[in-house]
């Protein structure tokens, strides 16, 4: 019973903690102007991040390291400062960017500026790095995360027609009055908020921090296969809602207060409540996920002492690094850059330095030194090759897309 | 220092001052600027009116009404200013006083549709959602109308 209760809670944390407000900015932008014309590449993006995560997931099991802490040891330190720097720049662009996603969530509660709450939310970042037990942080944000359900449930009353939807899906084809290449930016964008790389930080360090073991790898692999899938159908359900109702108006979305109208729309008060608590666990949960995760990495690669299983004292330099972080996304912020145009950056920014993350993962889940008898399978390994194909030609049409396309406007 | 490095420097030199002098766009180039203006004020003011009309239904928080219209009012500036800034070809001076005469009148109906949710006055939301909705109708019919170079 206890194993269940296991299963089914990280199943659910795995839902309510796979959008981020990358994914919902994304998702809605492209709902409003593409329709459901790029599912596919949610599809795509999470049977990726699925692949990876459960390679990541499944050498910290085994190992009882973190896949990076092994990078640089089996690469090398010039392979794994390249890596280091690569992912480090977009987790820390990411951070950033949930950091301003809780201010303009915590806004729309308010209606106080998000550039006055900017510090206030940064402290209980901080606060909740330093502070919260590594499973409460996972566990409650990531159950009040899964109240963006109601997205689907909005969908669903907005009584769209679901064949025209489906349909759409399984076409790849755009609206008349878009562009090819506007539609390819998007699609490496919304590809890029599906694998951000801090996505197979957290999840492999997380292992670490649990304490899995070999026996661990069936829950492991049960949280990712259920809890990622259903995490995209989330994702589905936001591009849906703004569909249904920006799509006919022929109107873009570009605020996070744009994003809750449908659920305004379709469920009223009650639902748009509930929304606000996804947005802010959502964007909270994914704020603390990435600041541990730039923490992580420093750390794993200077080979010093962290996590959040031993005291702030032992691990004096990750938490250094935790409040530093903090500071800088603060500073960036106070700036009032836009934390949406940041959000944008990062996501294409996050499809730029794929290889760099997902390459090392493949070739330490290969290594029998570390892995012994649990190496990658075949399937494994034809998938985790398709995807780098996938991954190489996302990151080189990155850069040149956004630049032809001016962020895809 | 070479004189082949000389030339060099010069002409890179002399590239980066012209390139940073203020010049007039093309019409292609300046009609997909005043577009994405035009289609980013419309989207900016259908959004503030379908706030509205919920806010009419009590099916949003005034807090949350008064970010998007807030938003909204944003939003029509940047696209105001973005498109102020550009100086339109000859041939579309007509339609630059257009666009920037448009997305002014829409700025001032949002800014008045935040006066009265701020100040709570729910009985003038109807009337100004049926004028945001007549304004974004204007600046969609503008948007098309740009699709193509002046007669």
Not at chain 1, 212 to 215: G, I, L, S, V
Not at chain 1, 307 to 310: D, E, I, Q, R, S
């Given at each position: 019973m206890k194993k269940v209760f296991a299963v089914a809670l990280g199943i659910l944390t795995a839902i309510g903690g796979f959008v981020d407000i990358g994914d919902l900015v994304t998702n809605a932008q492209v709902g409003a102007r593409f329709g459901l014309s790029l599912g596919w590449v949610v599809i795509l993006g999470v049977l990726g991040i699925c692949v990876f995560a459960e390679m990541s997931g499944r050498v910290a099991a085994v190992s009882g390291r973190a896949t990076f802490d092994i990078v640089r040891e089996r690469l090398g330190p010039r392979m794994g400062m390249a890596n280091l720097l690569a992912s480090m720049a977009v987790t820390l662009l990411t951070f950033v960017a949930e950091i301003g996603g809780v201010a303009l969530a915590l806004q729309l509660v308010t209606s106080v500026s998000y550039v006055l709450l900017v510090p206030f939310v940064a402290f209980i970042v901080w606060l909740i790095l330093w502070r919260a037990r590594f499973s409460v942080m996972e566990n409650v944000l990531g159950l009040f995360g899964l109240s963006l359900i109601v997205f689907a449930v909005a969908l669903w009353q907005l009584g769209p027609d679901w064949g025209e939807l489906l349909h759409r899906m399984a076409v790849v084809d755009k609206p008349g009055d878009e562009q090819w290449r506007t539609w390819a930016y998007y699609a490496v964008a919304l590809f890029g908020a599906a694998m951000t790389p801090y996505e197979v930080f957290f999840f492999s360090s997380g292992g670490v921090e649990e304490r899995?073991?070999?026996?661990d790898i069936t829950t492991m692999r049960a949280n990712v296969f259920i809890g990622f899938p259903l995490g995209g159908v989330l994702s589905l359900a936001i591009a849906g809602s703004t569909a249904v109702v920006f799509g006919p108006l022929d109107a873009g979305v570009d605020t996070l207060g744009q994003v809750g109208l449908p659920v305004a729309v379709a469920l009223g008060k009650i639902g748009l409540a509930i929304a606000l608590v996804g947005f802010v666990a959502a964007t909270l949960g994914a704020a603390c996920e990435t600041g541990l995760s730039v923490g992580y990495s420093i750390s794993q690669y200077h080979g010093w002492q962290w996590?959040?299983?031993?005291r702030p004292d032992v691990a004096a330099r990750f938490h250094l690094v935790l409040a530093l972080v903090t500071i800088v996304a603060t500073c960036v912020l106070l700036t009032t850059v836009d934390p949406i145009l940041v959000t944008e950056a990062s996501v294409v920014f996050s499809a730029v330095a794929l290889p760099l993350t997902y390459l090392p993962i493949l070739i330490v889940a290969n290594d029998e030194d570390y892995m012994g008898g649990h190496v990658n399978g075949r399937l494994a390994n034809t998938l985790g090759t398709v995807y780098l194909g996938v991954i190489v030609a996302a990151a080189a049409a990155a850069i040149p897309l956004m630049v032809v396309t001016r962020m895809g406007s | 220092m070479s004189r082949r490095r000389l030339v060099v420097l010069a002409v890179v030199g002399l590239q980066t001052v012209v390139g940073c002098a203020p010049g007039t766009p093309d019409g292609d180039s300046w009609r997909i600027d005043a577009q994405r203006a035009v289609s980013d004020a419309s989207s900016a003011v259908q959004s503030a009116e379908l706030a509205l009309n919920q806010s009419s239904e009590d099916r949003v928080f005034d807090r949350y009404l008064q970010t998007v219209v807030l938003d909204s009012e944003k939003a029509l500036g940047a696209a105001g200013d973005h498109i102020a800034a550009r100086q339109p070809p000859r041939s579309e001076r007509e339609r630059y006083d257009a666009v920037t005469g448009q997305i002014d009148a829409a700025a001032d109906l949002v800014s008045a549709a935040r006066i009265a949710v701020v100040d709570g006055e729910t009985y003038r939301y109807d009337g100004l959602a049926k004028s945001l909705a007549d304004a974004a109708e204007a600046l969609q019919s503008l948007e098309t109308d740009l699709e193509h170079p002046p007669e």
């Open positions: 899995w073991t070999a026996k996590g959040k299983y031993v | -």
